[in-house]
């Protein structure tokens, strides 16, 4: 069964980006730090360049299932800081941009790419494009907060770095006073101390 699963980077402080995050500086300053688990040379690497640069092992696993989602939530931020992807965020699958605003010019023809401004109709239309595929749910923080809170998300997978931040953007800082229980169903040990948490939301 399709489940609709958030992947994001962490520093053990819970900040997914650092301070100065912006479209033109998506990850933060600093934030790069989070993902050198699977870019460990260079953000520009499109996500196949950077695959041959994993070893076997947890990381590239976790990377594999990345990959094999079948289709793309992201927000708009995160999409248009990392260039849209280039219209393919992976294998062609369909790409979901939540936004209240269209497509901007230069990703207005892109066909696997889809601007929605309803987040109910944004993972409905994922979930019902993957198949018995998995939802890649990829956002810095807005978006995720958001779908759990209306329970849409099922998933989380969390790679927890071993790094402390300090300053910069919280993965969930805005959910309010209302507990949301999650059941821990894997932990594995990944290159670079990486620690890889998936958990089940419990609705």
Known sequence: MSSTVLYMSMSLDGFIAGPNASIDNPLGDGGQRLHEWIFPV???HHHRAAAQQLRAGVNRQIYD???ATGAVIAGRGTFEGAGGWGGDHHDGVPVYILSRNPAPDWA???PAVHYVSDLDAAFRAASHAAGDKNVLVHGAGVI???ALTA???DELEIQLV???FGEGRRLFEQLGIE???LERTRVL???GGVTHLHYRVRH
């Open 108 to 110: 207005a023809n892109w």
């Open 189 to 191: 040990e990944g290159d």
């Open 179 to 181: 507990h949301h229980e």
């Open 151 to 153: 329970g849409l998300l």
């Open 65 to 67: 299932e990345i990959m």
């Open 42 to 44: 260079s953000p520009e």
């Open 144 to 146: 995720a907060q958001r």
């Open 162 to 164: 071993p790094v402390l």
